[in-house]
């Protein structure tokens, strides 16, 4: 396959004045985005996206899982095509780059070979992934996972969010349910490419412009209910309380001493946390709350949910305190395609971009994809590794790099025609 010539690049000004017009649907309260999956806001920015799409010629396909797929066409009608995109779903309180720019950094690409006249002879393929961030509806990366086989798409339908609304009934509601059969094209994928931000601090601390990702951690997800019992702070003698809150401290504690024993190749935390009855002079009866671990290795992984899982009912136990501990999320660490990889390094090098291998720390869609077709990912440096976070930040610089090594990387996989 031939390299694209290096002074093919993108629109950085266009890309950018996309971000920030996605930016406005669904605005969080501190200069972010609050744009949970599979609600109103998700469906207009699904509409924007679909229209931008469309003026660009291509042309929309919808699984039952809500994926969306805008198809450029190639000339080789019966080649594979090469696959771009990442989600338009955020967090709660998210930033305005987390997953979208993946999708419209594709869009952009597309609209680049559209300006310069440039067919491929594979058709590109830009995807929308449906609640890759998995805060509404456990677990992150849902229906990319469905797509791949993974999950099973009755199960995905059932899932509930926290006020007991069901992920195939909220897609109904929006008006997303495709159809096309989910997975039904995962056997026709040539390659894929996910641009992302790093969401954490190693390339803006090295000033490199691009992370070339090798490999993506596993995570476990726990779900864990602590069941004491709720009753008067202030009349309730201290060595006869049980006491929900503080099982859930001094299991905190153990999960950042699961952690630390396995640096610098693992992380864990306390993420999410419901306590009950959530009243200032009444002690907590309940807690439940989520416990991530993640790691690159597989054996220090699945030894950090073993760990806790051993030692966490004698926790309770001494309180007085009843335990329960559900996996609500899981996948195995992630090693990318070689091929794909070495394309991205390649565009990063012809261009002319500082690069540097990076594992990525988040879970993704590709981590999914990966496990179906040669997968890769691109990431770019964010300010002060904030992510999650309605502060997220990245430049238009940085934006455009990203978007320019996603172009020639998709390009040298899916063959320019002279």
């Not at 004045?17 to 669904?26: H, P, T, V, Y």
């Not at 200069?31 to 291509?58: H, I, P, S, V």
């Not at 955020?90 to 999708?103: A, C, E, I, S």
């Not at 990319?144 to 909220?170: L, N, T």
Request: with cysteine; charged share 25%; proline share 5%.
């Amino acid at each position: 396959m031939n390299a694209p010539a290096k002074n093919i690049r993108i629109d950085g000004d266009r890309l950018w004045d996309s971000l920030m017009e996605m930016a406005r649907i669904g605005p969080g309260v501190a200069g972010g985005n609050n744009r949970q999956t599979l609600t109103d806001a998700d469906n207009e920015g699904r509409k924007l996206f679909q229209a931008w799409c469309e003026q660009a010629g291509m042309s929309m396909a919808v699984d039952t899982m809500g994926n969306m797929f805008m198809t450029r066409a190639g000339t080789d009608p019966d080649a594979d095509p090469v696959y771009v995109g990442s989600h338009l779903d955020t967090q709660p309180t998210g930033g305005k780059y987390d997953g979208v720019l993946g999708v419209l950094g594709g869009l952009e690409l597309i609209r680049t070979l559209n300006d310069l006249d440039i067919k491929t002879k594979r058709p590109i393929v830009v995807t929308n992934w449906t609640n890759e961030e998995g805060t509404r509806f456990a677990p992150a990366m849902l229906a990319s996972g469905v797509f791949a086989g993974m999950h099973d798409q009755d199960w995905a339908y059932g899932r509930v969010d926290a006020e007991g609304k069901a992920f195939g009934d909220e897609l109904k509601r929006i008006g997303w349910v495709g159809d096309e059969p989910v997975g039904s094209r995962k056997d026709r994928i040539h390659a894929m490419f996910e641009l992302h931000i790093e969401q954490g601090p190693i390339l803006e601390a090295e000033g490199k412009d691009i992370g070339v990702v090798t490999h993506g951690q596993g995570l476990w997800w726990l779900q864990v209910t602590v069941t004491g019992k709720d009753s008067h702070t202030g009349s309730t003698p201290m060595p006869m309380r049980r006491n929900a809150g503080l099982g859930m401290a001094r299991l905190t504690e153990l999960v950042h001493e699961i952690a630390m024993r396995h640096q610098p190749r693992a992380v864990g935390a306390i993420g999410h946390c419901d306590v009950y009855p959530n009243s200032r002079n009444v002690i907590p009866g309940k807690v439940v709350f989520t416990i991530d671990f993640r790691s690159p290795d597989q054996t220090i992984l699945d030894g950090m949910k073993a760990e806790f899982e051993d030692r966490a009912p004698k926790i309770a136990e001494d309180l007085g305190l009843s335990l329960e501990i559900e996996p609500v999320g899981h996948f195995d660490p992630v090693t990318f395609d070689e091929g794909c990889v070495t394309a991205v390094r390649s565009a990063a090098e012809r261009l002319g971009y500082s690069h540097m291998d990076i594992v990525s720390g988040a879970g993704h869609d590709a981590c999914w994809i990966n496990r179906i077709a040669p997968t890769s990912m691109i990431m770019c440096p964010c300010v002060d590794g904030l992510s999650h976070n309605e502060a997220e930040e990245i430049s238009k610089e940085w934006a455009t790099a990203g978007a320019d090594v996603l172009l020639h990387a998709v390009l040298e996989s899916a063959e320019i025609v002279e």
